[in-house]
């Protein structure tokens, strides 16, 4: 097996982002895709030694763009429906890491179910590198999908994730250990319907289900289910209190 180039694939990826999504038009206009010959060539060359036919596998890839174009620009939409700081469609597309992290993981996922190796983990480190949100090409995602900010987020291999999904900066959908034996098996956890994911929450576990219309608040480190329409929250403590009346001056050393 051949290892792509990261550089062709890299340039592959930016110029497919480019074709699907052209920020000098409008972008709501699904440009034609399928018989697009330059992209074409480029998936070529960057299946070949991936698959005994790299023809007939990139002429697959490609007969999927429309659809999944339709499902990114959906993501976009929830995006900027859920985020008050986006004021149009094509600065969520054009600029927002997550959605740039979405078309990345989407497009490798097309490879993931052509059952084409390493391509697709070159593709999501790719998005990893420039965004720091981390989603393995095997998890499953439904749409509309939306992550907002995105950095340090981890999305491990067997994770689901339902449809109307909000995640923020900092959650991590994991395993519960590092076993090798468990490969084979689903190791991270099923997020239903409409399940809001606040910054800094873990979830762990195969088994782990978090219920449609739940929330799960900031920080939160869950290991098991919890059913819809739960609220799940950190509790702490935080102490105010006035400098003058509290005598001598505390020291604090960083």
């Excluded at 740039?100 to 999501?124: D, G, Q």
């Excluded at 076993?179 to 979830?203: F, M, Q, S, W």
């Amino acid at each position: 097996m051949l290892i792509p180039g990261k550089k062709a694939v890299e340039r592959t990826i930016k110029d497919l982002f480019k074709t699907l999504f052209p920020i000098d038009g409008d972008i709501r206009v699904p440009p034609t895709v399928e018989n697009n010959t330059y992209i074409l060539e480029e998936i070529k060359g960057i299946l070949k030694g991936l698959t005994g036919d790299n023809e007939t596998a990139a002429r697959k890839f490609m007969k999927e763009l429309p659809s999944v174009r339709q499902t990114l620009l959906g993501d976009a939409l929830y995006i900027l429906e859920s985020d008050p700081a986006a004021t149009e469609l094509v600065e969520v597309i054009s600029v927002y890491p997550g959605f740039f992290a979405i078309f990345c993981y989407r497009v490798a996922h097309i490879l993931v179910e052509l059952n084409i190796k390493l391509l697709p983990r070159i593709i999501t480190e790719y998005a990893h590198k420039n965004t720091g949100i981390d989603i393995h090409p095997g998890a499953v995602i439904g749409s509309p999908f939306s992550i907002d900010h995105g950095t340090g987020i981890v999305i491990g291999e067997t994770t689901l994730i339902g449809s109307f999904v909000k995640m923020y900066q900092g959650v991590t959908l994991g395993a519960l250990s590092v076993d090798k034996t468990k490969a084979a098996k689903k190791r991270h956890p099923t997020i239903e319907d409409n399940v809001i994911l606040y910054a800094g929450c873990t979830i762990l576990g195969g088994e782990t289900v978090i219920g449609r219309h739940s929330i799960i608040g900031g920080n939160v480190w869950l290991t098991e289910s919890v059913p819809a329409y739960s609220i799940v929250y950190h509790r702490i403590e935080v102490v105010v209190k006035d400098q003058k009346s509290m005598g001598d001056q505390i020291n604090f050393v960083i």
